[in-house]
């Protein structure tokens, strides 16, 4: 039978950086004794009165369909918060609710990229983006995050990227797979970029709490930006949320109008349950959180360390998120070879970043998503591959 082109352009490598994690997850159910660092998906519960809510909801039979954009004091909370974070003026009526971050990504490039454009990600990138950008047809032009800047993102290398059939600006700070944040500078220097060659810049913010040594910077609030920026958002990593698919996008303009037909004929609304206990996760304060950021803040500062005194591999700290980039060009191994051969010899599964773009190759990425313990497990075992590499 035949398909249509779709089916490849949402078929390319980042699809397949996910083999080892699938494999590692295969050994974990034949008993092996396997560490799961190849997910980012936080180790915490949901803070239990958001879960009390959802239960909450079920009982009173809120199990129907709902509005397509997301109940009217769920989408008020996102913009107060989005006011919060980036002083900018909006109201509900500028939010959609989707099914998590990932279908706000794919939703707004939809609308916004097609074939003949062209949309800048900086690059080594979230897995997902190649498929979200060939899904709209456009063609996706990395720029490189290089390791000499911290993997900070240069406005000049996005300069040099930018020609006519530029459309979108894809970014995402503080970053998956490298942990950097942006700078105001940085930032500035994109938002300048954007304004002079008139881009949309979609924002994908959904680490934006798990910062560790400066505040986060949404481009939202910036002068001239607030009506070309598109932030996307979910409560997958603030709140330790990933399988309840919770996110949403505040669009500019008329662009909420089309998310709306978007979510009506890909989505048809979010959960009414999901979305009540939603509004509790953003209507309080949750001490679990900031116990949660601290975690990560104490075992990127340990894995770091640790990483740093084995032989062969370095990482940078990474300043906000919950990963952390092994360099390990001088193991001898490409990273997709050292990648197999950890998981097999010493059953720790880590992502290849081969598959995340050029910048990514030679680089494992660590989730921090396992306790101190497991994690002071892990390094034990790559040390010891490590050694035994040496022999
Ligand atoms: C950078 C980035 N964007 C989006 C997502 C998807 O998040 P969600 O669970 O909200 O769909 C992830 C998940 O890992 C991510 O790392």
Known sequence: MRYAQFVERVAGEGSRAWDIHYRARELATQGRDIIVLSVGDPDFDTPPAIVEAAYDSLKRGRT??????GIEPLREAIAERHRRITGRRVDAGAVVVMAGAQCGLFASMMCLAQPGDEVIVPEPM????????????????????????GFHIDPDDVAAAITPRTRVILMNFPHNPTGAMITADELEGVAALCRRHDLWLISDEVYATLTYDGPHRSPAGLPGMGDRTVVVDSLSKS???????????VAPGELSYHLANVTQCLLYGCPPFVQDAALVALSREFEELEAMRAEFRRRRDRVAERVNRMPRVRCLTPEGSMFLMIDVRDSGLGSIEFADRLLDAEGVAVLPCDGFGP???????????????????????IERFLGGLNR
Do not use: I, K
């Open 64 to 69: 129907h369909y709902t509005s397509m954009v």
């Open 239 to 249: 709140h330790a949320m990933t399988g309840w698919r919770l996110g949403w996008v």
């Open 126 to 149: 979230y897995v997902t983006y190649e498929a979200v950008v060939g899904a709209s047809g456009a063609r996706l032009v990395q720029v490189p995050l290089r390791c000499e800047r």
């Open 359 to 381: 910048s990514g190759v030679g680089y494992l990425r660590l989730s921090l998503s396992a306790s101190l313990d497991v994690l002071e497990d892990a390094c034990d075992r």
